[in-house]
């Protein structure tokens, strides 16, 4: 198949990358293909699903110029040095209807970047990752995509053996904060000023009309990466792995790892079980977002040089998550006359978060289910009510909630249907992925397919999948999420 791949990055001179091929896995089978993100980069499911040997790496296309780029990082806070594309592949970039995507091979082999890795991903965490980047995508928040994941028997060793899978990853870049920290604690202003040029003129052109267009830089970021975490709390994603490297200079969702949708709503949920200390915690989550634009700016400083520019820059993080957050929450619960009502609407938020924590009620469920609530009477009280322990703990904040849906001039089916609209009733819990993981363990990918077409539509009430937004199982309490994979 020819794809029509350019390669901007490889414009870049050759310090901030290796060239290399991708080493090929024997036997390689599809496991699965989005149709969505084909169609994005204007293939259809057959072109898609017949490109295996490409998807793999297998087969390189002829114009491809693959490459496997260099970054530093913070990793749980500490100063981690170099680490770099140890097991991604960038093929190039290709035409889509939402500008040039970045096509990226994940776990296609070693790289001068994998340290002590062998440069491969489990076929476990690649369905993870496959799953999760598009059900991010289908819920309206920024991530980068995932077009096909190929596997292969040939084992990986874990804390078990495992068998290798591929995922093809689509992003407009996968530049992180990490690439800029490379340069800076290398003491290399001169590839600092490149790569920041490079980002500039490519994803933010209207900053160099700026005065100084590094600190209007990060200013965009902090509010870009801001608005990111308000959508993860609002739709209760943990990223697990917040680490400098691991975030996006386009604010999108990246490198999916040990993340967890919050199910049984506890703040202080850590959904990497090798995060003993909590940092990426769900509540850490947006101040962690911050500290680590803070990492971002330390290292744009010698291209900045005004630090009270940079810190303008930083101040405008709290007030952009603030305002999203306001944004997403008054459209959760159905509310729109935000002006009127700013203060007592934060305290009506305050309560709600405190009521699901006292009595552990599912995150997803509580919203979805929150907008049958009648603003006369609490005749349609039940399917939310239902979710609690101790169903009269729900009572008392109804009774604030429908005094303010007094002054909404929405009707019930109105605000319904508004609701339904933010508040996904599909998410992907750990459960469901691990039904399917299993199921493709013993070759069985219906699964995958299943749940990426429940998942695409995850605002739709889909009658036919219900059980996918069920209640997590008993079993699945015993599922635990490390970084391996
Ligand atoms: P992560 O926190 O998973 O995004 O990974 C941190 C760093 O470790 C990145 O530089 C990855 O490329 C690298 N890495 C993780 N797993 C492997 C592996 N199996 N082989 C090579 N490099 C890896
Ligand atoms: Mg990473």
């Known amino acids: ?17 290796t060239r290399l091929m991708p080493t090929p896995l024997p036997a390689p089978y599809l496991v699965a293909v989005s149709d969505d993100a084909a169609r994005l980069i204007g293939l259809s499911t057959e072109q898609a699903s017949a490109a295996l040997d490409i998807w793999v790496g297998n087969a390189v296309p002829a114009n491809a110029q693959p490459l496997a780029a260099v970054y530093s990082g913070h990793q749980f806070g500490v100063w981690a040095g170099q680490l770099g594309d140890g097991r991604a592949i960038l093929l190039g970039d290709i035409a889509s209807a939402a500008g040039p995507m970045e096509l990226q091979w994940k776990g296609a082999g070693p790289t001068p970047y994998s340290r002590m890795g062998d440069g491969r991903a489990v076929l476990r965490s690649s ?84 005065e100084n267009p590094y600190a209007a830089l990060l200013g965009e970021v902090s509010r870009s990466t801001a608005r990111l975490m308000a959508h993860w709390q609002c739709v209760g994603f943990m990223h697990g792995v917040m680490n400098t490297d691991n975030m996006s200079i386009l604010g999108l969702t990246l490198d999916y790892g040990p993340f967890g949708f919050m199910e049984s709503f506890d703040p202080e949920h850590i959904c990497n079980h090798t995060d003993q200390n909590g940092r990426y915690s769900y509540a850490n989550q947006p101040q962690i977002g911050h500290w680590n634009c803070y990492a971002l700016a330390q290292a744009l400083m010698p291209l900045i040089d005004d630090v009270p520019a940079a810190q303008l820059a930083l101040d405008s993080y709290q007030p952009a998550f603030a305002a999203q957050m306001d944004l997403l929450l008054h459209a959760k619960l159905g509310l729109t006359q935000l002006e009127q009502h700013g203060a007592a609407d934060r305290a009506l938020f305050d309560a709600m978060f405190a009521m699901m924590q006292t009595y552990g009620v599912d995150f997803t469920l509580f919203f979805r289910n929150l907008s049958q609530l009648r603003r006369a009477d609490s005749s349609g009280d039940r399917a939310v009510r239902d979710l609690f322990i101790d169903a009269t703990g729900f009572d008392g904040w109804a009774q604030q909630y429908r005094a303010r849906l007094q002054d909404e001039p929405a009707s019930d089916a109105e605000r319904q249907q508004a609701m339904n609209r933010v508040n996904p009733r599909y998410v992907l819990r750990n459960y469901l992925a691990q039904v399917a993981i299993e199921k493709a363990q013993n070759k069985d990918y219906s699964e995958i397919q299943r749940l990426l077409s429940v998942l695409r539509r995850p605002y739709d009430e889909q009658e036919e999948n219900a059980s996918y937004a069920a209640l997590p199982p008993d079993w699945a309490s015993h599922l635990e999420v490390s970084c391996s994979s």
């Not at 020819?2 to 901030?16: E, M, Q, R, V, Y």
């Not at 068998?163 to 990490?178: E, K, L, N, Y």
Request: aromatic share 12%.
């Open 1 to 17: 198949m020819h794809l029509p791949l350019d390669n901007s990055f490889a414009t870049l001179p050759p310090a901030f990358y």
């Open 127 to 210: 369905i993870r990752e496959f799953l999760c980047s598009e059900a991010m995508a289908a819920l309206g928040i920024p991530s980068s995509r995932a077009l096909a994941l190929a596997g292969s028997d040939q084992g990986v060793m874990r804390e078990t053996v495992e068998t290798a899978a591929v995922v093809v990853r689509m992003a407009p870049s996968f530049v992180r904060f990490g690439s800029f920290e490379h340069w800076y604690y290398r003491k290399q202003p001169a590839e600092l000023k490149i790569l920041a040029d490079y980002v500039i003129a490519r994803f933010y052109p209207a900053l160099q009309a700026q």
